[in-house]
């Protein structure tokens, strides 16, 4: 059934649960994931890890009832020597993946990340920050598409990457 013209998706987010991890692991050897997390065993293990952290919310994004993206957020203040702990303090990180293929390319990673975003500049972040591969194209293209603007290009301890941030229109970093 076709939302009406001009009502945009409402994702709802929801913490990860032990039960979600096999499906986590499907996901994860799709070949449209495995060219960016590598490996799904040592992915899915970094999503346990995720699970314990304090720093690192990890969340299923579902659509109509059904997950269709992992969608992980993040304090780089809270880690020492984070790469991204230079961006303004209360700045959050996000990474996204859908899961499904069949949901890729239709506007859905574009779509969820601006209303998460749009959340949690309601909650008072004043900066969202997402770090794509250089290379990853779509992705580059769906962050842009959700608000997002490059900042610079940086080798981290993840690879190299193209920081990108959406800024809170209530702040001003100038």
């Known amino acids: 059934m076709k ?13 990860v649960e032990p039960d979600d991890l096999p499906l986590l692991a499907e996901w994860l050897r799709q070949p449209h994931l495995l060219e960016w997390w ?18 690192i919310e990890p969340l299923i994004v579902e659509l109509d009832g059904q997950p269709i993206a992992y969608l992980q957020t993040y304090d780089p ?4 020597d984070h ?14 993946s859908i ?5 890729l390319g239709k506007g859905h990673g574009s779509s969820l990340l601006r209303q ?18 250089p290379e990853n194209a779509r992705a580059i ?3 842009t598409k959700a608000g997002f603007q490059s900042v610079e290009e940086r080798d ?7 920081l990108m941030a959406r800024d809170n229109d209530d702040e001003d970093f100038e």
Do not use: C, N
């Open 3 to 15: 939302k009406p013209a001009g009502r945009s998706k409402a994702y709802e987010f929801r913490a």
């Open 38 to 55: 590598g490996k799904a065993d040592t992915a899915l293990a970094e999503i346990m890890a995720a699970m314990e952290d304090v720093a």
């Open 77 to 80: 203040h809270l880690e020492d």
């Open 83 to 96: 790469p991204y702990s230079d961006q303004p303090f209360g700045t959050l990180g996000v990474d996204v």
């Open 99 to 103: 899961g499904p293929a069949e949901y």
């Open 116 to 133: 998460f975003t749009d959340q949690l500049f309601a909650e008072g972040a004043p900066r969202v920050i997402i770090d794509p591969h």
């Open 141 to 143: 293209r769906a962050y």
């Open 156 to 162: 981290t301890r993840f690879g190299r990457v193209l």
